[in-house]
C-alpha cells in the first residue's frame, strides 16, 4: 500500500525566514513519482515538481528548493526567503505505474507567512 | 493545448437531495479520470478513477457514485446527499503515464 505522511499539520513563520515541509513516504514500488502540490486559499491544486524514483537530485527552482533521499524515503520542500504569498496548503503526493495511476497524496501543512 | 472543466464552483444543497457534479477534458482522448474529496481541514481522498468509458473503480465505499459515459466526461453523483457529503470536489486527468495530472477548479459542497 501507498501512503505519504506530512507530521507538520501546520507551520507559521515570519516573512523572509527559511520554512521547511517534511514528506515522508512509504511504497513497495521501485518505480514511482514523488510530487508536490500548493493549495491556495481559492482551493485549486497548484503543481510544483515532479520527481521520479531514479531522480534522487535535488532541485532548485528560484526560492524553492526539494531534497529527495530515498534511503530515508523522504521528499523534504524548503522555501528560501518566505513570503506572505507562499501562505498555502501544501500537499506531498505519491504516484506509481498501474493501478489507474493513483495519485495518493498526504494530509497536507498549512504553512502561514507573516509580515 | 489541454484543459479540464468542473461545475460548479459552489453548491449548496438539502440533505436528502440528489447530487451531480460533472467533469470534462478537453484536448486529450482517453484520458485517465479522478475525483477526489477534501473535507474541511483535511487532505485529499481519493473517491472514483476511470481508465475508459464506463470503467469505474471505487476506492471508497460511500454514499457516492461516479459514471463515465462519454470519454473526456467524469460525473460524481449521489441519489440522496448526506451532512458528511459536504466537502471541496476535484476532478483531475492524467494521461495514463505517471507524472502527468490536471487538476480543476473544484466544487464547494455545502450539504445543509
Known amino acids: 500500500a501507498q501512503k505519504v505522511t506530512q507530521a507538520q499539520t501546520e507551520i507559521s513563520v515570519v516573512e523572509k525566514e527559511d520554512v521547511t515541509l517534511d514528506c515522508v513516504y512509504e511504497t513497495r514500488d521501485t518505480t514511482y513519482y514523488l510530487f508536490w502540490y500548493k493549495q491556495p486559499p481559492s482551493g485549486e491544486l497548484v503543481f510544483l515538481i515532479r520527481?521520479?524514483?531514479?531522480?534522487?537530485q535535488n532541485e532548485i527552482s528560484g526560492r524553492y528548493s526539494w531534497n529527495f533521499q530515498k534511503s530515508t524515503s523522504s521528499f523534504n520542500f524548503t522555501i528560501t526567503a518566505s513570503q506572505v504569498v507562499d501562505s498555502a496548503v501544501y500537499f506531498c503526493a505519491l504516484s506509481f505505474t498501474g493501478g489507474g495511476n493513483k495519485l495518493t497524496f498526504g494530509t497536507g501543512t498549512q504553512l502561514k507567512v507573516e509580515l | 493545448s489541454q484543459t479540464i472543466h468542473q461545475w460548479p464552483a459552489t453548491l449548496v444543497q438539502p440533505v436528502g437531495s440528489p447530487l451531480s457534479l460533472e467533469c470534462t477534458v478537453e484536448g486529450t482522448s482517453n484520458p485517465n479520470l479522478y475525483w477526489y474529496r477534501q473535507a474541511a481541514g483535511r487532505g485529499l481522498q481519493l473517491l472514483f478513477y476511470s481508465v475508459g468509458i464506463g470503467q469505474i473503480s471505487s476506492e471508497v465505499p460511500q454514499n457516492l457514485s461516479a459514471s463515465r459515459p462519454q470519454d473526456r466526461q467524469f460525473i460524481l453523483s449521489s441519489k440522496k446527499l448526506l451532512l458528511s457529503d459536504s466537502g471541496f470536489y476535484l476532478c483531475?486527468?492524467?494521461?495514463?503515464?505517471?507524472?502527468?495530472?490536471?487538476f480543476g477548479s473544484g466544487t464547494r459542497l455545502t450539504v445543509v
Open positions: 520527481r521520479n524514483s531514479f531522480d534522487e
Open positions: 483531475a486527468w492524467s494521461n495514463g503515464r505517471v507524472g502527468g495530472y490536471t
